[in-house]
């Protein structure tokens, strides 16, 4: 009996089923006790809080709206930074009067948080959907740029070696070695832009927004009803990790010779 | 390496096109503004930025407080936030690395809390601990635990399998691979972390006084924006970019010395 015991608590998913539940617990005792105060909302009311969203309609929209609206800006805004900065890094790797012009001027640029752009943003071109979109791009140009120019810089010079033997042009060194081997790091970059882009939107739409998740949360704020604050968050959460999957499905499309180090966690 | 290592010599042509295109930029900025392209109500010139920076100073007016005295506490938030972050964060990475029952307990919360970008915890800070120093702590610190327990993991994850297999031969207890080999293994993936933590601890520090402070650097920001002082919002923004670079490269320097043994 206590042996059969011990073992369940020793496997890992059995683990993970506990260590869920008790957390649950946890929270909904510290919120009904009201340990914190009224600032936090036992689970089951975030969930009822939820639901009503979808029927009820907050500023004109309805749970599904502020979700397109928040979704769209980080795809619009994220798409125009893959354009650009994708090429921009393969460019810099590839030729090095470009990489001069441009590696000095992104250098600048590169240290300031995205978000510290949003007051400039502002008033640039005000509250509306362009200022919301520029901090997106801002934010997700960087790392898409930074690991292209690193995926093709990083490549091991024997590649380039073994088609040059085999009498390959400069273009085709392009081609066939540089563009398959920095795909790995480019699709990286990818992930790692659009985390920061949904940060990003986040932040915009905390600042200043009439809709989206993030204006959902403040709204939740200024109200002071944590159901609605931590209803918005879980959906975040939940969208941002949906869209992280669909790169990484991509990915597994696009490029199927990327080497995993470790399938699995990362 | 087995090779000597090759300097090679940077073309002047570079040289020049590097420092052609800074001058461009500043001196453009500069023009853009100067020649009333871009109304000044909207850009400040680097000159302008530059003279305010000058007089920020001494001069704590109009936003109340120096700039060095925003940048200090924008540093100390940041810092605690940060090694609260590294302290909590490459323990529990290492050990959820190796130990299955850390790993059962700690995986389901850390996989909750992995997603949420952390700026989506200002409102729910602000409801804990007001707009005081804690609350910026507590969002920093949930953005840096991230990286320290993903790397710190993955590190531990990545000991060679050969080693594990020899030291069980020779009769190692789990705790004594766990010190001897899964550790010293991680520690170049966990210094990696710090970096990396580093970029996002400073990024959420902005965002967090953006939203809720009565000082600091992203305070700085806001209050350019609402006095519609564009010169203020760019030193802030250059502020926040100088001394993160700043305390990146030191922090560098401290990862290479610590490290000077281990790496190669």
């Excluded at chain 1, 918005?232 to 080497?259: N, Q, Y």
């Excluded at chain 2, 902005?206 to 809720?212: C, G, I, N, R, S």
Aim: charged fraction near 15%.
């Amino acid at each position: 009996m206590f042996k059969a015991f011990g073992k369940v608590l020793r496997n890992e998913f059995s683990l993970y089923v506990i260590s869920f539940f008790c957390f649950l617990l946890l929270w909904d005792w510290v919120a009904k006790e009201q340990i914190l105060g009224r600032s936090l909302a036992p689970p089951l009311d975030v969930l009822k809080e939820l639901h009503r969203l979808t029927t009820v309609k907050l500023a004109g929209k309805d749970l599904f709206g502020h979700i397109w609206d928040s979704t769209r800006r980080v795809f619009i805004g994220f798409a125009i930074a893959a354009v650009f900065a994708v090429p921009l890094g393969l460019l810099m790797a590839l030729n090095r009067y470009i990489n001069a012009l441009v590696k000095p001027v992104f250098d600048i640029f590169k240290p300031m948080p995205p978000i510290a752009w949003i007051s400039i943003a502002i008033l640039w071109f005000g509250i509306e959907e362009a200022s919301k979109i520029f901090i997106i791009v801002i934010g997700a140009f960087i790392p898409c740029l930074l690991n292209a120019y690193n995926g093709v810089r990083l490549i091991e010079p024997e590649l380039y070696d073994v088609i040059r033997m085999l009498g390959g042009t400069r273009r085709a060194e392009i081609f066939y070695v540089s563009f398959p081997a920095a795909f790995p790091a480019i699709f990286s970059g990818l992930q790692i832009s659009l985390s920061i882009a949904w940060t990003c939107v986040l932040a915009a739409e905390l600042v200043s927004s009439r809709s989206g998740l993030g204006w959902i949360i403040i709204q939740g704020m200024r109200l002071t009803r944590p159901d609605l604050v931590i209803g918005g968050m879980a959906i975040i959460a939940l969208v941002a990790w949906l869209t992280t999957l669909l790169i990484s499905g991509l990915e597994r499309l696009i490029c199927p010779w990327k080497r995993g180090i470790k399938e699995g966690y990362l | 390496m087995a090779y000597e290592e090759v300097k090679i010599k940077t073309p002047l042509v570079i040289k020049i096109l590097s420092a052609a295109s800074i001058v461009t930029f500043f001196g453009g900025w500069e023009l853009i503004v100067d020649l009333g392209i871009v109304p000044s109500t909207m850009l400040a010139a680097p000159s302008t930025v530059f003279k305010l920076f000058v007089v920020k100073l001494t001069d704590p007016n109009p936003d109340g407080a120096l700039l060095q005295t925003h940048a200090w506490i924008s540093i100390q938030e940041a810092g605690i936030g940060y090694l609260l972050s590294l302290l909590i964060g490459i323990p529990l990475g290492l050990f959820m690395g190796w130990f299955t029952v850390v790993r059962g307990i700690f995986r389901p919360l850390f996989e909750i809390i992995r997603p949420i970008p952390p700026i989506a915890w200002i409102p729910l800070c602000i409801f804990w601990f007001g707009i005081e120093l804690w609350g910026k702590v507590f969002i920093i610190w949930i953005g840096g635990v991230v990286p320290c327990v993903i790397n710190a993991w993955t590190g531990v994850n990545m000991t060679n399998p050969t080693l594990i297999q020899m030291a069980r031969t020779y009769g190692a207890s789990d705790w004594q691979i766990f010190r001897k080999l899964c550790i010293p293994s991680a520690l170049p993936m966990v210094f990696g972390a710090l970096q990396i933590t580093l970029a996002i601890c400073w990024t959420n520090l902005v965002a967090a006084e953006l939203l809720a402070a009565d000082s600091g650097l992203g305070f700085l920001i806001t209050m350019g924006r609402r006095l519609a002082l564009p010169e203020m919002v760019v030193l802030g923004m250059v502020t926040v970019g100088v001394a993160g670079a700043l305390i990146g490269v030191a922090i560098d320097a401290l990862e290479k010395r610590l490290l000077a043994g281990i790496r190669r």
